[in-house]
């Protein structure tokens, strides 16, 4: 049995309140940073911890932190970016629905660290109902002193809002979410400046995704020594995982990181093997934007290794046989699924969330989703896989934001290690769908 | 500080972003641009034509930058060292970025007034490729009348901000901006508002395409049968300082002063550039000088004094002798 950190209470009838929250241990960590530490000393025990961001990028927060600028008379921000939009992720919203004081402890403990007098809780509009519940949340907080002016009775004050988005996958981009914030439309800026230096509202800014911040909580309350001898190498701590696809026990699953992908999948503490006694074809291992793998890359590296749950053992090999752990949005596939058909469902995803402001990505999104709906119409060309292949090279790294990658990255990967699924299909001229869903669909039409 | 583009190296004052010290070195090494307006604050960065690559970012930090950069947007480093037209994959990446403008673009340069005149037909006649891979109908707007002077033609638009800029920078309240997202956003006005103000005629000079053109020109003539000419007024507004663009002794129309990177030297107002249609509205100064590689060149005069200094250089290059000390 891994060790829990996060969501170790979300069993425990009314964890969401206040007093049951703080029966079991809730805002010690408030209490220790207040009153025994400074606030570099929980920065610094946030760089021992060696924890990473939990949004998909996996930089190391505590650095990130040591970042940010702190000029003399000008505010800082913490934001807690919610918008959790990848498809495949849900476990930020799993986190904040059943433990929102978890958060909101985070953001406070991360505030005082930061010396933020405000933070901002930017939630996806699709989440409405989560809002509702880390207002409910964050209103016991300031009756019970928690937040508000001179917080158990220091001179450090901090106010927390929480900010719904229009449900728009594009604002999780840090500066097109601090745009939303600012209320202006949500188009990612072009950086330099960094929100570290230039924000929200001009002023020094830390992102952070919602999990980051909850797990400052058990880093303040262990220390950070003793966090980081959690995990593998550089991948320390617990991370949530939201496992979906075909497996027998989809759901949000915290691991150690540096357990195998091989347990994870088949262990019955977690995925519970692939269901209906099928195999495994495929897994998107951190959400619909890194390369899919088939499953003898993603069970073993290149190199015959058995591959971990950690940053490092999915990256391993590059992209050309590693993938990312990304925001950990797990997907299995079983032997019944079209890769093809799952690629236009993801590049259908991305041209719809383009936000337009560069070329590559507000023509080149879209360009693709029509070349895959021809393979699904069964009128595509064996020329066509070579165009996708060409047409996602030149949107990779070439846009302002990561979207441009977000959406190039699947493509490329589905042709690396599935090119003869769309040969066949160009080769018969006919797309045949043989995945569960679809016989079903069949039969209710029957 | 120092910065090497194509291994030219200019020293430049801090703050100068890679595409100013190209343009600095001179038009062989600038990138191409469509959306950066040195003119307006805050423009550049969306279309993605200037990207380059730094081999080197600054002296201190000599590593790479991993990904292409746009050069409108990223300020030089001392010792910074930049590829353009020499990066194989820079130009590739770019041929790449013209594709995308291209490929819901109407092309339909034999209607369109900007047809001799714009940057998009410029960059793909330098940059594109003769043929297209995109095989499906090109996306299409609902037509929308935004005013008596200024024709909107969302189809054209290839998305460079310019004109949202332009209406920010320069006038009080800007009544059209960007709706919806991704390849469905448009240039439009909320709703169906029209653009009233003295200096809404700007957008037409800034507009890289034919999405926005002069209503009052429209369909008149095609722009290399006019002859530019530089004028000026007395205008209260404005500085007064047009081109006029004549058809015998018609003014056809009057835009702003463009220089050699296409951008108006000046903004102009609306009553100079859409009011004052007659010769003696004017004093003409004399005639513009025409960039030789640019169409409307075409059946007109060159620039006398520059081509006898060229064609004096050629000779003297032969070895001819000295036309004045002839003995």
Same mark, same amino acid.
């Given at each position: ?446 | 500080? =120092? ?10 004052? =801090? ?37 380059? #690559? ?78 297209? /891979? ?92 006019? #002859? ?48 004052? =249609?007659?010769?003696?509205?004017? #004093?003409?100064?004399?005639?513009? #000088? ?35 000390? /002839?003995?």
């Amino acid at each position: 049995m891994g060790r829990k950190l996060l969501i170790h209470n979300d069993h425990i009838p009314n964890i969401h309140t206040l007093d049951v929250y703080r029966a079991h241990g809730g805002y010690a960590s408030v209490e220790k940073a207040l009153k025994i530490m400074q606030p570099d000393q929980v920065t610094e025990e946030v760089k021992k911890s060696g924890l990473r961001g939990r949004g998909g990028a996996g930089f190391p927060t505590g650095m990130k932190w040591s970042f940010l600028a702190k000029p003399e008379g000008v505010p800082r921000y913490l934001v807690c970016n919610a918008d959790e939009s990848e498809p495949g992720t849900f476990k930020d919203r799993y986190l904040m629905e059943k433990i929102p004081h978890a958060l909101i402890e985070g953001m406070i403990t991360s505030s005082f660290a930061l010396g933020a007098k405000q933070s901002y809780i930017y939630i996806r509009g699709e989440y409405f109902y989560v809002a509702r519940i880390l207002e409910a949340a964050i209103a016991e907080a300031y009756a019970a002193g928690w937040l508000g002016k001179n917080i158990l009775g220091t001179d450090f004050s901090h106010d927390c809002s929480v900010q719904v988005g229009g449900g728009a996958y594009i604002c999780g981009e840090e500066t097109a979410l601090l745009e939303s914030l600012e209320g202006k439309r949500g188009n990612p800026r072009i950086k330099p400046p960094f929100p570290a230096v230039a924000g929200l509202w001009g002023c020094p800014t830390v992102v952070n995704n919602v999990e980051t911040i909850a797990a400052v909580v058990p880093i303040v309350n262990m220390g950070g020594e003793e966090y980081a001898k959690i995990g593998v190498g550089k991948s320390t701590g617990t991370k949530l995982i939201s496992a979906s696809g075909h497996i027998n026990k989809p759901g949000v699953y915290e691991i150690e990181l540096g357990i195998t992908v091989e347990e994870f999948i088949y262990g019955e503490e977690y995925c519970g093997g692939i269901r209906n006694g099928k195999k495994l074809k495929a897994v998107v291992a951190g959400g619909s934007s890194v390369p899919i793998l088939p499953t003898e890359l993603i069970l073993k590296t290149a190199k015959g290794e058995p591959r971990l749950m950690t940053y490092e053992s999915l990256s391993d090999g590059g992209f050309q046989t590693g993938t990312m752990l990304g925001s950990g949005g797990f997907i299995a596939m079983d032997e019944d699924t079209s890769i093809v058909k799952n690629l236009f469902t993801f590049s259908r995803f991305y041209h719809h969330e383009s936000c337009g402001q560069c070329s590559p990505c507000r023509e080149g999104t879209g360009w693709i989703e029509k070349i895959l709906k021809k393979f699904l119409d069964g009128t595509a060309n064996e020329s066509d896989v070579d165009l996708l292949w060409d047409i996602q090279s030149k949107i990779e790294g070439k846009t302002i934001c990561p979207l441009g990658e977000a959406a190039a990255w699947p493509v490329a990967a589905a042709i690396r290690h599935f090119k003869h699924e769309f040969l066949e299909i160009a080769r018969n001229k006919k797309f045949t769908d043989i995945s569960h869903y679809d016989r079903l669909n069949k039969l209710a039409r029957v | 500080m =120092k910065v090497t583009i194509d291994g030219i190296t200019i020293d430049v004052p =801090k703050g100068t972003t890679i595409l100013q010290a190209a343009r600095m070195i001179g038009p062989e090494v600038a990138p191409p641009t469509m959306c950066y307006y040195s003119k307006l604050k805050t423009s550049g960065g969306y279309c993605r034509t200037c990207i380059v #690559k730094v081999t080197q970012g600054s002296a201190a930090n000599p590593t790479p930058m991993p990904k292409p950069v746009a050069s409108c947007r990223t300020e030089v480093m001392d010792g910074m060292v930049v590829e353009n037209t020499i990066n194989k994959d820079v130009l590739e990446a770019r041929k790449g970025v013209v594709e995308f403008l291209l490929v819901n673009h109407p092309l339909d340069c034999p209607v369109c007034d900007q047809a001799g005149e714009c940057s998009l037909q410029d960059l793909g006649y330098e940059h594109g490729a003769a043929t297209s /891979r995109y095989e499906f109908p090109r996306r299409e707007f609902e037509r929308i009348d935004i005013g008596k002077y200024v024709q909107l033609h969302m189809n054209r638009c290839i998305m460079c901000f310019r004109c949202v800029k332009v209406a920010d920078q320069l006038t009080e309240k800007r009544v059209h901006g960007v709706m919806h997202r991704g390849d469905a956003a448009e240039i439009s006005t909320y709703i169906e508002n029209v653009i009233e103000n003295d200096f809404s005629g700007n957008v037409i000079d800034v507009c890289p395409v034919g999405a926005l053109t002069d209503k009052t020109f429209r369909f008149k003539s095609r722009v290399w049968f006019t #002859k530019p000419v530089d004028a000026s007024c007395d205008c209260k507004k404005c500085s007064g300082k047009v081109r006029l663009w004549m058809k015998g002794e018609d003014v056809l129309r009057v835009t702003a002063r463009k220089d050699q990177w296409g951008e108006a030297e000046e903004f102009i107002c609306n009553e100079c550039r859409f009011d004052k =249609k007659k010769t003696s509205d004017w #004093k003409i100064e004399g005639p513009t #000088k025409v960039d030789r590689h640019s169409v409307i060149s075409q059946n007109h005069y060159n620039h006398l004094n520059e081509l006898k200094v060229q064609v004096l250089k050629q000779q003297k290059a032969l070895g001819f002798m000295d036309i004045n000390k /002839r003995p």
